[in-house]
T-cell receptor
Framework: EDQVTQSPEALRLQEGESSSLNCSYT??????LFWYRQDPGKGPEFLFT???AGEEKEKERLKATLTKKESFLHITAPKPEDSATYLC?????????????FGSGTRLSIRP | DSGVTQTPKHLITATGQRVTLRCSPR?????VYWYQQSLDQGLQFLIQ???????AKGNILERFSAQQFPDLHSELNLSSLELGDSALYFC????????????FGPGTRLTVL
């Protein structure tokens, strides 16, 4: 069964303290792995799509990487405005029109 | 602003009732996705439509149904509502039938009393 596990559940960092969020997944035939940011009471905001092991993508202070079993979201020198819940999702083989599975998220808090 | 609109913003109703949530995708997007987000279940994929046709199905209850109309807006119908259906319901859209980049709307908060 397709599964996504995110860790840690919550992470508190000091401003400027770099860290990584983990997304472990089990899926039959990865179609894509997605990272989203969600602020309280709002819809998720798309960050990255990764398609194959070894792929990396960057946006400002965020960098996403992918292996065959997990993805990392690296946050470099974070600022208080990076505080949010970060969600990881996977979709299996496109030919099966499979459903999208989300992890439970990591709540990131950056203290000034 | 993602360009995806959802109405209503808030909805309060009673158990056993039926409600309809509406979503208008971004201009030019043909795919619409529906999600349910509750505190204990996280974000759950319900269903996807592409250009009027059902494309993928997730954990959607039989009491729930959806459709996408020729003008590409979509409606999610929830019937025989139960207390456990209280949640945020999000709509998202993308330009292609594959998931890739999805743009989420602001959500409809449903409260069942």
């Amino acid at each position: 069964e397709d599964q996504v596990t995110q860790s840690p559940e919550a992470l508190r960092l000091q401003e400027g303290e770099s860290s990584s969020l983990n997304c472990s997944y089990t899926v039959s035939g990865l179609r894509g792995l997605f990272w989203y940011r969600q602020d309280p009471g709002k819809g998720p905001e798309f960050l990255f799509t990764l398609y194959s092991a070894g792929e990396e993508k960057e946006k400002e202070r965020l960098k996403a990487t992918l292996t065959k079993k997990e993805s990392f979201l690296h946050i470099t020198a974070p600022k208080p405005e990076d505080s949010a819940t970060y969600l990881c999702a996977v979709q299996g083989s496109y030919s099966s029109a499979s459903k999208i599975i989300f992890g439970s998220g990591t709540r990131l808090s950056i203290r000034p | 602003d993602s360009g995806v609109t959802q109405t209503p913003k808030h909805l309060i109703t009673a158990t056993g009732q039926r409600v309809t949530l509406r979503c208008s995708p971004r201009s030019g997007d043909l795919s619409v996705y529906w999600y349910q987000q509750s505190l204990d279940q996280g974000l759950q994929f319900l269903i996807q439509y592409y250009n009027g046709e059902e494309r993928a199905k997730g954990n959607i209850l039989e009491r729930f149904s959806a459709q996408q109309f020729p003008d590409l807006h979509s409606e999610l119908n929830l019937s025989s509502l139960e207390l456990g259906d209280s949640a945020l319901y999000f709509c998202a859209s993308s330009s292609s039938p594959s998931t890739d980049t999805q743009y989420f709307g602001p959500g409809t908060r449903l409260t069942v009393l």
